[in-house]
């Protein structure tokens, strides 16, 4: 099984509709979780940290559910400056007190006129 | 604000050659920084973190004698890929404190 897994992808989605990305992962002593954007041939951005209690940042969310080890993210009327790929990402502590991320393949999202 | 920062952003090598990319952090020190390579349409996968002072640890299957990293000063982390070959061309991306560096496109003839 791999450490962090989301959607497959693409998702192509007219302007303006909801869309919702889903991400599990593996390791149980998962310490922080992110979502993070990358634009083609960029580095990748920080959207949102995800927690518990969920939150929400504008037109989206991120919501946590650690018994299930699930992460989800949504995006409300979808722009499209949206167009771009999700990242599900993990962090884990390691030796030493370091951490370290472990980054899911991304879901490529294209928004479409 | 901080801001991490890796040079160059693009760079073209003969076959052979051995290629030097840089990451600095701005505004911030950091003990550790990782070092990430990602293919075409492929996720991150983190090559080796880089520690302040002390050797790198290399993930499992990233050659070490290939992916030279030094980490000399608390905001400097540099990794040579020596003598690269046509497989090395890759995006490399450097990371710290969970900023991203703009990254380097290697490609290699």
């Known amino acids: 099984r791999k450490e962090v897994e989301q959607d497959p992808g693409p998702f192509n989605v007219p302007e303006g509709a909801t869309v919702a990305f889903n991400c599990t992962y593996s390791?149980?002593?998962?310490?922080?979780f992110f979502w993070y954007r990358q634009d083609c041939r960029k580095e990748p951005k920080l959207l949102m940290s995800?927690?518990?209690s969920g939150n929400e940042d504008g037109r989206f969310t991120a919501q946590l559910n650690r018994a299930s080890q699930y992460i989800s993210l949504l995006i409300r009327d979808s722009k499209l400056s949206d167009s771009a790929t999700y990242l599900c990402v993990v962090n884990m502590l390691g030796g030493a007190g370091s951490y370290q991320l472990t980054f899911g393949k991304g879901t490529k999202l294209s928004v479409i006129p | 604000g901080a801001v991490v920062s890796q040079h160059p952003s693009r760079v073209i090598c003969k076959s052979g050659t051995s290629v030097k990319i840089e990451c600095r952090s701005l505004?911030?020190?950091?003990?550790?920084m990782f070092w990430y390579r990602q293919f075409p349409k492929q996720s991150l996968m983190l090559m080796a973190t880089?520690?302040?002072?002390?050797?790198?640890?290399?993930e499992q299957g990233v050659e070490k004698d290939k992916f030279l990293i030094n980490h000399a000063s608390l905001t400097l982390s540099t990794l040579t890929v020596t003598s690269a070959h046509p497989e090395d061309s890759s995006f490399y991306i450097c990371s710290a404190n969970f900023l991203f560096g703009s990254g380097t496109q290697l490609s290699v003839l």
């Open positions: 995800v927690y518990s």
């Open positions: 390791n149980s002593a998962s310490q922080s």
């Open positions: 505004d911030f020190q950091a003990t550790t």
């Open positions: 880089s520690n302040e002072g002390s050797k790198a640890t290399y």
